[in-house]
């Protein structure tokens, strides 16, 4: 029978990290900028202070999720091992220990033992890695995948702020690269949020309250240390 019903946890894995990796990109920098500029730079070092952003925040995004991701493969890639192990020592168990499972979402005792049997026969270390231990084949782990999806939208994130600071006057940098990321990123909450089926208005709302904060505090300490400089 062929499943006509469209989910969306599928894309759980890369739409996190992209949406991470684009959020980032674009608080981060429009904070960097923003401080740098509270601080009485000049547009030039503005600029060079956002691409080195650009550069660190893309470099150390991948590295992160990948590390991140990878501690989360391995974990999971050892208790496949141990599930792997336990059934060819005590497969008797390992099909007790399925049934009560189902015997828990409801199913009566028989018809428990039964689906077990079957699914066993079937692919037994699929069955306990799904219903014991939670791994599934649309939420494992992928550690490249998130790695570049959170690099790649992190550098067009940031590149956003520093397209900004390239076409506007210095004297209007403080209120173009603030009012430009707020919308920047209502626009990133609002599209992460459509395709992951969520409220597109909270959505909007939890990034832009959140990167206004970032930016704030940001600027504040660069007009801190320009004045006391």
Request: proline share 2%; glycine share 10%; no cysteine.
């Amino acid at each position: 029978m062929r499943h006509i019903e469209r989910h969306r946890t599928h894309r759980i894995g890369w739409l996190r990290a992209a949406v991470l990796g684009a959020n980032d990109g674009i608080v981060s920098t429009a904070s960097l900028i923003l401080g740098v500029a509270a601080a009485g730079a000049t547009s030039k070092s503005i600029l060079i202070a956002g691409v080195a952003g650009l550069v660190a925040g893309a470099m150390s995004m991948a590295a992160g999720e990948y590390v991140s991701v990878s501690s989360q493969a391995d974990t999971e890639n050892a208790d496949l091992d141990k599930e792997r192990k336990e059934l060819a020592t005590d497969p008797k168990h390992e099909h007790e220990e399925l049934a009560a499972i189902y015997v828990g979402r409801g199913l009566d005792k028989k018809l428990a033992t039964e689906v077990a049997n079957q699914l066993m026969k079937h692919d037994a270390l699929g069955a306990h890695a799904r219903d014991e231990l939670g791994i599934s084949e649309t939420l494992t782990a992928r550690p490249v995948q998130a790695a570049l999806a959170s690099a790649g939208t992190f550098s067009v994130g940031a590149a956003l702020p520093l397209i900004v600071v390239l076409l506007v006057p210095a004297s209007a940098l403080m209120w173009a690269v603030s009012v430009s990321s707020l919308i920047f990123l209502a626009l990133l909450g609002s599209l992460s949020a459509r395709v992951g089926g969520a409220s597109v208005m909270i959505a909007a709302i939890r990034v832009t309250f959140w990167g206004a904060l970032a930016m704030a505090l940001t600027a504040g300490i660069g007009a801190l240390f320009g004045v006391t400089a």
